[in-house]
């Protein structure tokens, strides 16, 4: 793909993943294998935190295709497909799941070198029509998406952002929920291998007069190590323990607790994903 401003929907993907990414309270078991021909395999299991049935899924990747399988606990069968460079700086998502055969979705991804577009379109009758596009540089990106109900011929959602990457640190704030809400991101990175940063993110509801606020961080303990912790202003504390086993293999140690609420017991999450 394109070097450019990346999506829209990317505009504070960093302070997101930072907050968010590998924190679970499930079990979860991925392993990889890889055959001669160059497909990789993906089998993942997870056991949902107090239950004794959990998710299945397949992953399966070849050149550039993709396909995912999900099995849920309630017996849905998702299904995502992924094809990139069919036509030059394009990628097309195709997804559903059953027994909803309503839930069909295709999206058509275009990468330039100073601008992306999307357009997605959901497979019912009732389509809904989502469109959004960035402009700029890797640097600084202004972007904007819009939603658009063909039954009821009005706009489902509109927002609106910017985005500012630079080596060392990362800001976004985007106008969501129709100008309702208004979300701001900060990522400063301490090392150069951007294994060790902090990060804040904050929501204000104007509706509700309501704020949410985050902050967290990673660090780098040893090249094989990596610790992560996050609070927000409801007490929430969230920290994970992320070890290399060996290369490409991981096992990642989270729990949560709510420092309001001492009495109650937390929660813990253990994931071990394996690769050859």
Do not use: W
């Amino acid at each position: 793909m394109s070097k450019g401003p990346g999506l829209f929907t990317d505009f504070g993907k960093k302070a997101k993943d930072l907050l968010t990414k590998d924190y679970s309270c499930d079990q979860k078991f991925t392993v990889t294998t890889y055959s001669e021909n160059g497909l990789a395999i993906t089998s993942t299991a997870v056991k949902k935190g107090g239950l004794s049935t959990g998710d299945v899924a397949t992953q399966c990747k070849y050149k550039n295709a993709l396909i995912d399988l999900k099995l849920d606990t309630e017996s849905n069968v998702s299904t995502t497909i992924i094809f990139t460079e069919i036509l030059p700086s394009m990628k097309t998502i195709a997804s559903f799941k059953l027994p909803d055969y309503n839930s069909g979705k295709l999206e058509v991804q275009y990468f330039h070198e100073h601008a992306t577009f999307t357009t997605a379109l959901a497979l019912n009758q009732s389509p809904i029509i989502d469109l959004s596009a960035a402009i700029g540089t890797p640097t600084f990106a202004f972007g904007a998406e819009a939603g658009y109900e063909a039954k009821s011929g009005s706009f489902s959602k509109y927002n609106t952002g910017f985005s500012v990457t630079q080596p060392d640190y990362s800001f976004s704030m985007i106008l969501a929920d129709k100008g309702d809400t208004l979300k701001a991101s900060y990522v400063h990175h301490l090392d150069q291998m951007n294994r060790s940063a902090g990060v804040a993110d904050i929501t204000r509801r104007f509706s509700l007069n309501e704020n949410t606020f985050t902050v967290g961080g990673s660090y780098a303990v040893d090249p094989q190590t990596v610790m992560k912790a996050r609070l927000n202003n409801h007490g929430k504390l969230g920290a994970l323990l992320q070890h290399e086993l060996k290369p490409k293999s991981v096992i990642i140690i989270s729990g949560e607790f709510d420092t309001k609420t001492l009495d109650k017991n937390p929660r813990f999450g253990l994931s071990l994903s394996l690769k050859p």
